[in-house]
């Protein structure tokens, strides 16, 4: 089954960076886009970032553009976050989930990993 | 951007009973339209796509209808596991955006 495991999450100083990690499995991972979702305590839910399937795409939202970077490693089956210049409205748990086949609809999620900027 | 707009914010409700959300577009995305579920502690889970389609393992009573800029998901009788949030999300406009949710609890 299909198996999307986050890591990397913590307490960072604001203008700090971190890097979030995705590890997938039970699916083949090479074949599709991939998206972080993130949801402020208390929150909605906010798209964050797309890479597509084999990497050429990488699209974020305005709040990140800049300060985010989104990658993957297929011989790894990870995805990652690059977060730079953190700031506290950063500050939220952030889910990997899988395109459905490139559409944009997400059709699986991880179980999410929580970031905290604060001083 | 898209705005998408969810009601009512609450929704109380007995098992048994049957839910009706509701999902409106600040401008047509034509049927694509996803809801998907949130339980407390939880990652959303997909339940309906492109407006009218139960994602994998969805049980029947999950059904969701509309098309333009007002969209319905609707729970033809309540389990005590459905209680939870529900957000909509378009994939029409780059990015996709989500509503704010519904809330389904308990009366």
């Known amino acids: 089954q299909v198996q999307l495991v986050e890591s990397g999450g913590g307490v960072v100083q604001p203008g700090r960076s971190l890097r979030l990690s995705c590890v997938a499995s039970?699916?083949?991972?090479?074949?599709?886009?991939m998206h972080w979702v993130r949801q402020a305590p208390g929150k909605g839910l906010e798209w964050v970032a797309f890479?597509?399937?084999?990497?050429?795409?990488?699209y974020y939202a305005d709040s990140v553009k800049g300060r985010f970077s989104i990658s993957r490693d297929d011989s790894k089956n990870t995805l990652y976050l690059q977060m730079n210049s953190l700031r506290a409205e950063d500050t939220a748990v952030y889910y990997c989930?899988?395109?459905?086949?490139?559409?944009?609809?997400?059709?699986?999620w991880g179980q999410g990993t929580v970031v905290t900027v604060s001083s | 951007e898209i705005v998408l707009t969810q009601s009512p914010a609450t929704l109380s409700l007995s098992p048994g009973e049957r839910a009706t959300l509701s999902c409106r577009a600040s401008?047509?995305?034509?049927?694509?339209l996803a809801w998907y579920q949130q339980k407390p502690g939880q990652a959303p889970r997909l339940l309906i796509y492109d407006a009218s389609n139960r994602a994998s393992g969805i049980p029947a009573r999950f059904s969701g209808s509309g098309s333009g800029t007002d969209f319905t998901l609707s729970i033809s009788s309540l389990e005590p596991e459905d209680f939870a949030v529900y957000y909509c999300?378009?994939?029409?406009?780059?990015?996709?955006?989500f509503g704010p949710g519904t809330k389904v609890d308990i009366k």
């Open positions: 039970g699916f083949r991972f090479s074949g599709y886009g």
């Open positions: 989930a899988k395109d459905y086949v490139s559409s944009g609809i997400f059709d699986y």
């Open positions: 999300q378009q994939r029409s406009n780059w990015p996709g955006t």
């Open positions: 401008q047509s995305v034509s049927s694509y």
């Open positions: 890479i597509s399937y084999d990497g050429s795409n990488k």
